[in-house]
Nanobody
Framework: QVQLVESGGGLVQAGGSLRLSCAAS????????VAWYRQAPGSPREFVAL???????QYADGVRGRFTISRDAAKNTVSLQMNSLKEEDTAIYYC?????????WGQGTQVTVST
């Protein structure tokens, strides 16, 4: 069973924080690049952040400085700490793990930021 499961989404107020988790089973997060994407209604899916196998991290311009991606090898999870949330952050957030000849996605978790 190879699976990614996102959790931690919910309804938060603008300016608030939320921490998302991507739990992997059947594969190790440290053996894959793990990325977060999001998709708002009527908008294309967009890249948010990633952590590469060796550890380097990348962020989309719109979230850099507010979001932090991290991984916990012992828990086999990758998290996305989201601070200073904005209305524009409202979306379904997906995690994605990939390497050569391997690519899996989670089911998504809804994040709604209210104003």
């Amino acid at each position: 069973q190879v699976q990614l499961v996102e959790s931690g989404g919910g309804l938060v107020q603008a300016g608030g924080s939320l921490r998302l988790s991507c739990a992997a089973s059947g594969t190790k997060v440290v053996e894959n690049t793990v990325a977060w994407y999001r998709q708002a209604p009527g908008s294309p899916r967009e890249f948010v952040a990633l952590i590469a196998i060796a550890g380097p991290i990348q962020y989309a311009d719109g979230v850099r400085g507010r979001f932090t991606i991290s991984r916990d090898a012992a828990k086999n999870t990758v998290s996305l700490q989201m601070n200073s949330l904005k209305e524009e952050d409202t979306a379904i957030y997906y995690c994605n793990a990939f390497r050569l000849n391997f690519d899996i996605w989670g089911q998504g978790t809804q994040v709604t930021v209210s104003t």
